[in-house]
């Protein structure tokens, strides 16, 4: 489900933030374009087509910090949830392992989903870790004198 447009006032701009929405500098479009890039769903030409912009607008864009770091806080809310419903499952397989085990059940497809269950939430965590080392590696380079960022969001 999209959300609602909102029609631009005569002088251009859009209209002001509705109280449940951020005043933080970001435009409708730019919302569409942050929920687009961080679900994962969309190719640039898709969201270019879906914004009617050209994927060069889309490019300066995300361009733009405020944007960056928007996808970036968007994708690790979703990291966030698959980490926590991979964890739930993951205790859940864990105990239907052992349980398998100790029955000696010949159940290979549900042993082989605990097992994916369990890498899964194990490479999704060792992911976030890496994220988080990653980002503050980032930082320090970025508050080193001299530095430019020029690195891809």
């Known amino acids: 489900m999209s959300e609602p447009e909102q029609k ?13 929405e951020p005043d933080d500098g970001l435009s409708v479009a730019d919302r569409r374009f942050i929920d687009m890039s961080a679900s994962g769903e969309f190719s640039m030409e898709d969201m270019a087509a879906k914004l009617s912009v050209s994927s060069r607008t ?3 864009w995300k361009a733009r910090p405020a944007v960056a770091s928007a996808i ?3 994708v ?8 926590a419903v991979l964890a739930a499952g993951a205790s859940r397989a864990a105990v239907e392992l052992v349980g398998l085990a100790e029955t000696a059940t010949p159940d290979h ?3 082989a ?3 994916a269950v369990v890498s899964n939430a194990t490479k999704l965590t060792e992911l976030e870790d890496l994220q988080t080392e990653i980002a503050a590696i980032r930082t320090t380079l970025a508050a080193l004198p001299g530095t430019q960022s020029h690195r891809r969001s």
């Open 72 to 74: 970036r806080a968007r």
């Open 76 to 83: 690790a809310e979703g990291m966030a949830l698959a980490r």
């Open 58 to 60: 889309l490019r300066r």
């Open 8 to 20: 631009a006032d005569v002088s251009g701009r859009a209209p002001p933030p509705s109280p449940e």
């Open 113 to 115: 989903a605990c097992v």
């Open 109 to 111: 497809a549900r042993i």
